[in-house]
C-alpha cells in the first residue's frame, strides 16, 4: 500500500504488477473450481481483453489446455450512444470478435472496474444478438461498487471501498504500459 | 502520408466531399471498418439509433443508394420513412422549402436527400435542425459513393495514399467521379481521369486531377480501374457516335486491363450498362469487387449516421 509519487499523484496504490499476477491466478482457479475448463472467455474492450488473455494463461498453466478468448466492444449497446448522448462525438468502435457460435457456451465476460455495472448490461445485451450461451458470467478485476444496476459478478480480484466520486485506475502493461491498481480522489490525473 | 483520423466530424451535415478534412474521412473509414462486422451476425441489428428517425427524402430515381440507406438504417433500429418525387407533393409542385418545413413538423433526426439540382442538400441543410446527407446532387457530388469506393480500396491495400486509380466514362455528367476526385486526392492518390473530350468537364485540372483522352496510357502503373456508367438518359445530344463505338475506344476489356498493375481492382458505382463501358468477362471476373462495393456501402452508411448522430463537440469519453 504504497503511496506512487509521480504521475500518479496521490492515488494509493492497492495492487502492483506482482498482485495483479497473483490475483489473476487466485481468479483462474475459482473459474476453474465453477465451471471446469470448457468456457469461453470473452473480453471487453479495453482492458478487459489483456485480463482475459492473462486468465487464459493461468487456465492453460493448469490445465494444460488452451482456453479460447474472444472480444467484444459494447459501444452500440451503450445507453449513452445515440439520441440520449448530450450532443457530443461517439466513441470510437472497436473489433468485436467471437467464436463461430456460442450457443450452449459457458460464457466468462472479463472486466477491469466493475462500477455502475451499465457496461455489463450492454454487453449483456450485445451477446444476447450472437447467440444463446448456456451461462454467462462475470469476472472483474476489481469490484469498486455504487451499482446502478441488479448486475454482481461472479468472481471477483479485488473488493475496493470507494467514495462515488473517486478515481479507480487500472493500468496494464499492454494497454498502459506499466501495471497497477491505483485509487483515490479525482482530480489528480485522472484519466 | 499518415492521416490520424478526427475525433469527431465537425458538421451536422454531410453535404459533400469537398468540405471534409482528411481526418474526418479516415475517421469515417475506421467507424466502418468495425460496422462492418455487423451484417456477418446472425442477428443483424443493433439498437444503436434506436427511437431517432431518418427520412429517405429521394427527388431522382436510385434503387441501390436508396436501399443502401435503408438497410443501414435498419441494422442501427433507427425508423425510417421515404419520400420519393413520383409519390409525394414534389410532383404536385411544392417547393423544396415548403416540403422541408414540412418535413420537420414530423421531427426527424436526419434527412437523406437525393435531388436533381446541385446544391439542394446544402441548401436544406441551412433549414433544417436535422442532420442532412447528400445521396447525389445533380452533378455535383455523391459523398457516400465516394467513401465507399475509398473503403473498398482501403480495405484491398491498406492505405489510400500512392494509389493510382483511374475513373473512366462520363465524366462530365458523373458527381461520382467529383466526389472520387476530392477524396482520393484529399487522401494522396493519384486520379486520372478518362473520357472522350466531348464528356470531359470543364476545368477538370482544377480538380488536381490528370486528364486521359484514350484509356490505354491510363491503365498503366493503375491499381484501380473505376469504370462509370454512361448516363443515357443525360445525353440529350449525342457526345459519341454510337455505344458500340464507345466500348470500342473507351469499354473495359480483358486485354486493356492487362495493361493495369497485377491484382488491379475493378470497380463500378453501378448501374453497369455491359457492353458499353465494361466487357461483361470484367465485370464477373476475378479483379472485379464491384459487389464488394455494395456489401461496403452499407458500412459507411452506418458509420455515417453513427457519426452523425453523435451531434458536433469535442473528443469521445470512454468509461
Known amino acids: 500500500m504504497t503511496n506512487h509519487i509521480g504521475n500518479h499523484g496521490k492515488l494509493v496504490q492497492v495492487l502492483d504488477q506482482e498482485g495483479i499476477k497473483r490475483t489473476i491466478a487466485r481468479m483462474a482457479a475459482e473459474v476453474l473450481e465453477r465451471d471446469g475448463e470448457d468456457i469461453l472467455l470473452v473480453g471487453i474492450h479495453t482492458r478487459g481483453i489483456p485480463i482475459a488473455h492473462r486468465l487464459a494463461q493461468a487456465l492453460e498453466a493448469t490445465t494444460g489446455r488452451p482456453t479460447s478468448v474472444g472480444l467484444l466492444d459494447i459501444t452500440l449497446y451503450r445507453d449513452d450512444v445515440g439520441p440520449w448522448r448530450p450532443a457530443h462525438s461517439q466513441p470510437v468502435l472497436k473489433r468485436t470478435e467471437l467464436p463461430s457460435s456460442i450457443d450452449d457456451r459457458v460464457i466468462y465476460l472479463v472486466d477491469d472496474v466493475l462500477f455502475t455495472g451499465r457496461t455489463i448490461r450492454a454487453a449483456l445485451d450485445t451477446l444476447v444478438d450472437y447467440g444463446r450461451p448456456r451461462a454467462v458470467r462475470l469476472v472483474v478485476l476489481v469490484d469498486r461498487g455504487h451499482r446502478e444496476l441488479p448486475i454482481a459478478a461472479d468472481v471477483v480480484g479485488k473488493t475496493l471501498q470507494t467514495d462515488r466520486n473517486e478515481d479507480v485506475q487500472v493500468r496494464l502493461s499492454e494497454v498502459d504500459g506499466e501495471e497497477g491498481v491505483w485509487f483515490g480522489k479525482e482530480g489528480v490525473d485522472g484519466h | ?319
Not at chain 2, 454531410?14 to 466502418?32: F, H, N
Not at chain 2, 414540412?102 to 437525393?114: C, E, H, K, T
Not at chain 2, 457516400?144 to 473512366?168: C, E, S, W
Open chain 2, 1 to 319: 502520408m499518415v492521416i490520424e483520423a478526427a475525433a469527431a466530424l465537425s458538421s451536422k451535415d454531410l453535404v459533400g466531399i469537398a468540405p471534409l478534412e482528411a481526418g474526418e474521412i479516415q475517421l469515417l473509414l475506421d467507424t466502418a471498418e468495425q460496422l462492418l462486422e455487423v451484417a456477418r451476425r446472425p442477428i443483424k441489428k443493433v439498437p444503436t439509433l434506436r427511437g431517432m428517425t431518418v427520412i429517405n427524402l429521394f427527388m431522382e430515381a436510385s434503387t441501390r443508394t436508396r436501399f443502401s440507406f435503408e438497410v443501414a438504417e435498419k441494422r442501427l433500429s433507427a425508423d425510417t420513412l421515404n419520400f420519393s418525387a413520383s409519390t409525394s407533393s414534389v410532383s404536385k409542385g411544392e417547393t423544396l422549402f415548403d416540403t422541408a418545413r414540412n418535413l420537420m413538423a414530423m421531427a426527424p433526426d436526419f434527412i437523406v436527400i437525393r435531388h436533381p439540382n446541385t446544391g439542394a442538400p446544402h441548401r436544406l441543410a441551412h433549414v433544417v435542425t436535422a442532420s442532412v446527407i447528400n445521396a447525389g446532387d445533380g452533378s455535383n457530388e455523391h459523398p457516400t459513393q465516394a467513401l465507399l469506393d475509398a473503403f473498398t480500396m482501403r480495405r484491398h491495400f491498406g492505405d489510400l495514399a500512392g494509389l493510382k486509380v483511374v475513373i473512366a466514362g462520363d465524366i462530365r455528367h458523373s458527381r461520382v467521379a467529383r466526389s472520387n476526385a476530392f477524396l482520393l486526392s484529399k487522401m494522396g492518390a493519384e486520379v486520372r481521369f478518362v473520357a472522350p473530350a466531348s464528356l470531359l468537364p470543364p476545368g477538370v485540372q482544377e480538380l488536381g486531377v490528370k486528364p486521359f483522352l484514350r484509356l490505354e496510357p491510363a491503365l498503366e502503373g493503375a491499381d484501380v480501374v473505376m469504370m462509370l456508367r454512361i448516363q443515357m438518359e443525360r445525353q440529350k445530344r449525342m457526345n459519341f457516335p454510337s455505344a458500340r463505338e464507345y466500348f470500342d475506344f473507351f469499354g473495359l476489356t480483358p486485354e486493356r486491363l492487362k495493361l493495369a498493375n497485377e491484382g488491379a481492382l475493378v470497380m463500378h458505382p453501378g448501374p453497369m450498362n455491359r457492353g458499353v463501358e465494361i466487357d461483361s468477362e470484367v465485370a464477373d471476373g476475378d479483379q472485379s469487387v464491384i459487389l464488394e462495393q455494395v456489401t461496403n456501402g452499407v458500412a459507411i452508411r452506418m458509420a455515417i449516421l453513427y457519426l452523425l448522430a453523435g451531434g458536433r463537440s469535442d473528443a469521445a469519453t470512454d468509461s
